[in-house]
């Protein structure tokens, strides 16, 4: 692997807390690389160290093998999860205006039909929808045609159907030969998109792969799940989780334990049954939600 | 009801919690009411000034134009600098016991000369009225750089100050940190972009104005421009240095108010200083609008070139320097 960007026991101490403590990972070129963790796990920051925008108190950062500099800025490309423009500006003068920063730019045509600007090229930027909004940043970050790009919670806020136009431009972008890093609290966004995760908390990296290896490694079961109702005062003898409203059932064997449950006479006219997914990975490591 | 005081408990709590804002909105009436204290304090301020040329004492025996009340008397050396005064409306009566009868200078553009005049008139029939040398300068010549020099204190102070405070809030300020672009570079763009709209919208009002009051101008008006800009740069500076790393817009706020409501008051915008205590004349010193304007009144008033009025360019240049030199090294681009 030749990496593009790596972590090398990356830290960062503020006086009351130690918010990232020893992050090492590299980045592959031309790969979608995701950094999840709970709130407060440390992956803005780390993010926030990657970009070259937070100083770390210790570890460094390098791009092709090399420590960042200045000129790291040109060769990058970063959509904040909140970024302010300039008032009044219409998205082709926001376009205009983050051109002229760089040295070497994409025709803003080209932007334009890579992000599908076109509609609102003359809006004032104030006035575009959530979804017509991150299409801006993101053009934003690619205006200097970078080789990596980093995208924080790109898609937070958004409808289902601006995600999902959302997830073809990243991986249109991925399809360019670019280098994608994603911090996300979608587990759905993390598992479609990435090659490689990297799943954080307390600042430390827990657990590193892909997202079917991560899976693969931790869960060889399935989980059935019933209303409640349907098991309540029923003799089980099934290890069952409650949920809300539902009850999860973790099997190894699909086969029997739906006869056990028969057995019993658990009605299974609302039975689920689905493979484990990141969610449930990420919880069963780092014991929270992600959407807290 | 309930809602008016939930959404009003909120925001006391948010300001509350704002130490930066709090900690200003405290400081700020002890601020103002010392200075103003300060300012304002001792006997009651004098209405008219009156320069008065020869050794007498300022006793009704000398004169009987001493005893009128009200009146600051002052003694004056040399007679065409004190003219000039008069000219001005820096004096609001100039007399001469040198001579019997007594001689006297008033501006015939100045109410207040015309009422005094009639006050010694009445005291004093004999004195003869002398003519002030040259064009009288009425008192909208006096003011007009007074009035577009706050004009641009505001624009310079807020336009700049507020913005960047409010660019870095909103993150906007982390954003361009994240391009090529550097700090010297989005300050001079700062600069250059408020530099060139004060100007243009300056010099379009005083053309303007010009068309109708016709100002008197003795000098160039090269010379003036020059004055303006550097006035103007100094003022952006100012502003710069406040907002380096500021990120509540209240507190913003507050420092900037702080500092322009004392320069509009005490830069001699709208009166001169000369019958302001010494200590006030002496503070007013710390403003650049003090010299900017001196200087440009030199220049439309006295017709002085950019060599007399060196001393107040060299002064605003020092100043430029200082609040840059600070501003670069203090500024942030994201909140603390």
């Known amino acids: 692997m030749n990496p593009i960007l790596s972590a090398r026991e990356l830290r960062k101490h503020y006086p009351s807390v130690r918010a990232v403590d020893g992050v090492s990972f590299d980045v592959a070129a031309g790969t979608c690389f995701g950094l999840l963790g709970p709130n407060g796990a440390g992956k803005s920051t780390t993010v926030e160290m990657l970009e070259g925008i937070v100083r770390p108190s210790g570890g460094q950062v390098l791009f092709h093998g090399e420590a960042i500099g200045h000129r790291y800025r040109e060769r990058i490309g970063i959509q904040f999860q909140s970024t302010a423009l300039q008032d009044f500006l219409t998205v082709r003068e926001n376009l205009r205006l983050f051109s002229a920063l760089y040295r070497q730019t994409l025709p803003i045509d080209d932007l334009v039909r890579m992000c599908h600007l076109g509609e609102f090229l003359d809006r004032d930027s104030r006035q575009l929808s959530g979804g017509q909004r991150q299409r801006l940043l993101l053009a934003i970050a690619l205006v200097n045609d970078p080789d990596l790009i980093f995208l924080d919670e790109p898609t937070t806020g958004l409808d289902p159907q601006a995600r999902r136009n959302f997830w073809e431009l990243v991986r249109a972008i991925k399809a360019r030969g670019k280098t994608v890093v994603l911090t996300t609290h979608y587990m759905e966004e993390a598992y479609l998109l990435c090659d490689d995760i990297a799943i954080m908390d307390h600042g430390r990296v827990i657990a590193r792969g892909s997202p079917q290896q991560l899976l693969a490694d931790h869960f060889g079961d399935s989980v059935l799940e019933l209303p409640a109702v349907a098991v309540a005062d029923r003799p089980l003898d099934l290890p069952v989780l409650c949920s809300g409203d539902r009850v999860e059932i973790m099997s190894g064997d ?8 028969q057995a019993a006479g658990v009605p299974l ?24 | 009801m309930r809602r ?36 304002f304090s001792g006997p009651e301020r004098p209405i008219f000034n009156v320069g008065v040329i020869g050794e007498a004492e300022f006793t009704a025996a000398t004169h009987p134009f001493f005893a009128t009340e009200g009146t600051r008397f002052h003694h004056e050396d040399d007679e065409a600098a004190a003219v ?5 409306h820096r004096n609001d009566l100039l007399l001469d016991l040198r001579v019997s009868p007594a001689r006297y200078w008033v501006n015939p553009e100045s109410q207040r000369g015309r009422l005094l005049e009639r006050l010694l008139r009445a005291s004093d029939p004999q004195a003869v009225a002398q003519a002030v040398s040259g064009r009288a300068i009425r008192y909208v010549d006096w003011l007009v750089p007074g009035i577009l020099g706050v004009n641009m204190m505001f624009s310079c102070m807020f336009g700049i100050g507020y913005v960047i405070v409010r660019y ?44 109708f009051l016709h100002f008197r101008m003795e000098g160039h008006y090269v010379d ?13 500076a100012l502003s710069l240095m406040i907002a380096a790393r500021i990120s509540s817009e209240e507190l913003s706020g507050g420092i900037l108010n702080l500092l322009s409501w004392p ?33 440009a009144r030199a220049i439309m008033l006295d ?24 501003g670069a090294g203090l500024f942030r681009w994201t909140q603390d």
């Open chain 1, 254 to 261: 699909v086969d029997a334990t739906i006869r056990a449950l």
């Open chain 2, 84 to 88: 000039a005064k008069v000219e001005r």
């Open chain 2, 168 to 211: 870095r809030k909103s993150g906007y300020l982390k954003r361009l940190n994240a391009t090529p672009l550097r700090a010297v570079e989005f300050i001079t763009a700062q600069m250059l972009s408020r530099l060139i709209l004060i100007l243009v919208v300056t010099t379009g009002v005083y053309t303007g104005c010009n068309l």
């Open chain 2, 224 to 236: 003036l421009f020059v004055v303006a800009a550097l006035g103007a740069i100094s003022m952006i």
């Open chain 1, 269 to 292: 006219a609302q039975l689920r049954i689905r493979s484990r997914t990141l969610e449930d990975l990420f919880l069963e490591l780092t014991g929270e939600a992600l959407r807290a």
């Open chain 2, 4 to 39: 008016l005081w939930a959404v009003t408990w909120a925001r006391s709590v948010e300001f509350l919690r704002d130490r930066s804002a709090l900690g200003w909105n405290l400081l700020f009436p002890v601020l103002m009411v010392v200075g103003m204290a300060t300012v």
């Open chain 2, 263 to 295: 320069m509009m008051m005490l830069s001699g915008v709208f009166f001169p200083l000369d019958g302001a205590p010494q200590l006030v004349q002496t503070g007013a010193r710390v403003f650049p609008l003090t010299h900017m304007l001196e200087a």
């Open chain 2, 303 to 326: 017709g002085a070139g950019l060599a007399a009025v060196s001393g107040s360019l060299a002064v605003l240049a020092a100043m430029t320097g200082v609040f840059l030199v600070l």
